[in-house]
């Protein structure tokens, strides 16, 4: 039985009305471009999402081992592929922002990285020895520590040798031994 109302099929009139509201809403609710406000008012902007591409050949280091290798190496496969934004070294088995296992670094750069990253507890993520190595044979070792120092408020003109001094004149001794040995 159909209802009618001053000659007027509304059987189905207040459904058509609710799906037309809905789909107002979907379209809104779809709507990327469209402003959006929080619970206290304020407008929320999206971040900008950026693709970034990577050169599968191109030769990365562990900012925390420097351990040296193709950026292949470093992705972390996930089911859907790649993680887009984190990368974890081979050796050492750290994970890190992909921004920072592609930055392209002078040694002082670094040194600030590090010093920032050293309340996170960066020098217990490696081997001290085995990094201070790799710095030494890519031949940042002195532009590192004299930014490090700087940065830790220490002189360069101390009376008393620190443990970072006393283990990079160790390390440079060690390597012109290893020299001498060769010749």
């Known amino acids: 039985m ?21 789909m107002r809403e979907y379209k809104a609710w ?6 959006k406000f929080s619970a206290a008012g304020h407008l929320v902007q999206k971040m900008q999402t950026k693709t970034q591409t990577y050169e599968v050949a191109s030769i990365v ?13 470093f992705l972390i496969s996930t089911k859907k592929g790649y993680h887009k934004s ?7 088995k750290n994970q890190m922002q992909l921004r920072s296992l592609t930055a392209e670094w002078t040694p002082e750069q670094y040194a600030e990285w590090c010093y920032d990253y050293a309340k996170s507890g960066f ?8 990094w201070s190595d790799r710095l030494y044979k890519i031949g940042w070792s002195y532009r ?20 970072y001094d006393y283990l990079e004149r160790a390390q440079r001794e060690q390597h012109e031994a290893e020299q001498k040995g060769e010749q």
């Open 2 to 22: 159909k209802l009618q109302k001053n000659g007027q099929n509304t059987q189905g009139c207040g459904n058509k009305m609710s799906h037309r509201k809905w």
């Open 30 to 35: 779809k709507d990327t471009n469209q402003a």
């Open 61 to 73: 280091a562990c900012p925390f081992c420097l351990h040296i290798g193709k950026i292949g190496s």
């Open 86 to 92: 984190l990368g974890k070294c081979p050796e050492c």
């Open 123 to 130: 020098w217990q993520k490696t081997p001290f020895k085995k």
């Open 144 to 163: 590192f520590w004299q930014k490090y120092k700087q940065l830790k408020g220490e002189s360069a003109k101390d009376k008393t040798e620190s443990y």
